[in-house]
């Protein structure tokens, strides 16, 4: 309490200008006093306009009061330098490098606890005393210190800009109203930023209202995966218990279906999982933009907060919650009923119903697939990066532009490896495909094989069972540059009518046994579709033929 006591005594016989004890006080008529020397170098600076002012309650004189020293003052002022008490506030007051420092202290300057949009000034806690004691400064626009007071300033006539131009979308002044922005659809700067909170405000009510859908939806997965993993495991115990009845004869099935079951199990698991970690990140980032559109809301300075508005970055698309369904039922308990009969029938059953159980377990959907895309934008959001793997490609076959294009050339000096092509002009992707993919493929010269196939099929030789198309591993478009197409799968042609196009796209959706090619122009024309089951991760495959000038690229689309 003591030392609180002398705490208030130092402030009150302190100059509000240097900030330190008082040195030769004096009384200016208003009744403030300062120092001598700080109140007489503050008049000289406004000799010009022959008007004086008391710094702190803005008082005006004319003509200059005389000063003369307050001898009671000073004596009291010694009898508190003899107590000891420091005379300069403590260094914490001092406004540092990352500080907005009051712009009425001299010398050593103390931190500004608040910012005058009025005065366009800041002030520390002293300073800032009379926009509290006197009227003249009771309409005065006070908020938290702010290093970007200029900024309210017109550059053009040097006026606060108090109103805003929605036909150009900035901040000007009153002069500007009348003269270059004339005619505009002007407002102050007060409406605007009414309007603009309104719609802060419903962008928050958005955000909020995705982030708990977003948070249902990750629950509702969490669920499942559990569901999925619960029913896997007893589907795998109650197989295991089955196979273990059928000794030698069923040991090899029941070693597959433990495998196929753990397997979709995983590729179950793993797509649910993709979607619940995009649905957590979106609701983080949900959460930040929130925070930060928060934070823009309690900015005081109209000015401030349109300038800062435009800069707020557009929402990413929405998972649309709707999308997640969870397919009822469609677990593993299947495979223990299907099971179960082989168990029944024996061998010669097991030959005969083998395909049913294989396909009892890659029916396991938890989740209802996604419609079809049907815009080139919707293809697009399943763009894959393809690129060739230089362990496959052909001898006679050249790859650049970081194996993306591929040209036929003299022979190469690629070294040897089983998985490479011997003697069709043929190459497959490094990447393997699964799930949802699409591509696109640019080719330059008179025809040019654009091929998906599983990376069992024969490298060695020029048989049926090394070209694509000509064998059941493989999938394969024939493009022709003036005629039309054919498409070959298990050595079975099929004539493909459309025109000519030098961009071909090709969409993949593993899963569902689906894949399409598309002639990509100024329209995007689906040439084939193909509905079938594959049992394989697939790659993406070119083959070249005939001419060296014929040329062919995986397209950049991301």
């Not at 919650?321 to 308990?333: D, G, T």
């Amino acid at each position: 309490m003591a030392q609180k006591g002398v705490q208030l005594d130092r402030e009150t016989f302190s100059c509000s200008i240097c900030l330190d004890l008082l040195k030769d006080p004096v009384a200016i008529p208003c009744g403030h006093s300062y120092c001598m020397n700080c109140i007489q170098t503050h008049w000289d600076k406004e000799d010009e306009r022959k008007v004086y002012s008391c710094p702190q309650c803005r008082q005006t004189f004319t003509p200059r009061p005389v000063l003369l020293k307050n001898t009671m003052l000073a004596v009291l002022v010694e009898e508190l330098k003899k107590t000891g008490l420091q005379a300069a506030p403590a260094d914490h007051c001092y406004a540092g490098a990352e500080d907005v420092a009051c712009d009425v202290c001299t010398g050593s300057k103390l931190k500004a606890c608040k910012s005058c949009l009025q005065c366009l000034i800041s002030y520390c806690e002293k300073h800032l005393q009379p926009h509290y004691d006197s009227p003249a400064f009771k309409k005065h626009k006070l908020v938290e210190p702010s290093k970007k007071l200029q900024e309210n300033v017109c550059s053009r006539h040097d006026e606060v800009m108090k109103m805003f131009c929605r036909t150009d979308q900035q901040s000007i002044c009153y002069l500007c109203s009348v003269d270059e922005h004339k005619g505009h659809d002007t407002v102050s700067a007060a409406a605007e930023r009414t309007e603009r909170q309104r719609e802060l405000g419903v962008s928050r009510q958005n955000i909020q209202q995705r982030i708990q859908d977003r948070e249902k939806d990750v629950k509702l997965l969490q669920q499942e995966v559990e569901a999925v993993n619960r029913s896997a495991d007893k589907a795998v115990e109650d197989s295991e218990k089955i196979f273990t009845q059928l000794i030698r004869l069923m040991e090899e099935r029941r070693s597959d279906v433990k495998q196929q079951v753990r397997s979709q199990q995983e590729a179950e698991v793993s797509r649910v999982r993709e979607l619940q970690e995009k649905l957590e990140q979106e609701i983080t980032e949900l959460k930040r933009r929130d925070a930060d559109l928060e934070e823009l809301s309690l900015t005081e300075d109209h000015n401030q907060f349109l300038h800062d508005y435009p800069s707020l970055s557009p929402l990413s698309e929405s998972t649309d919650s709707s999308s997640i369904k969870i397919r009822p039922l469609r677990y593993f308990e299947a495979v223990t009923a299907a099971v179960s009969e082989v168990r029944d029938k024996l061998q010669d059953v097991l030959r005969e119903t083998w395909t049913n159980i294989s396909q009892t377990v890659t029916e396991v959907d938890v989740l209802l697939s996604q419609p079809e895309p049907k815009t080139r934008a919707e293809f697009l959001q399943y763009s894959r990066d393809i690129t060739m793997d230089p362990n496959t490609v052909n001898d006679e076959l050249l790859l650049s532009d970081g194996n993306r294009e591929i040209t036929i050339c003299s022979e190469q000096s690629y070294p040897c490896h089983p998985d490479r092509f011997t003697e069709c002009w043929q190459v497959l992707s490094r990447e393997s495909l699964t799930g949802r993919c699409y591509w696109e493929v640019e080719w330059h010269g008179e025809e040019i094989y654009m091929a998906v196939a599983y990376k069992s099929i024969c490298r060695e030789g020029s048989s049926d069972e090394c070209l694509f198309g000509h064998n059941d591993k493989s999938w394969v478009l024939f493009c022709y540059r003036t005629y039309s197409y054919t498409f070959w799968h298990n050595n079975i042609e099929t004539d493909v009518p459309g025109t000519g196009s030098s961009r071909i796209g090709v969409y993949l959706d593993h899963s569902a046994g689906i894949l399409s090619f598309y002639s990509i122009s100024e329209t995007m024309t689906l040439l084939h579709r193909v509905q079938t089951t594959f049992t394989q991760p697939l790659y993406a495959g070119l083959r070249l033929e005939f001419s060296y000038s014929y040329t062919a690229e995986f397209c950049k689309l991301k």
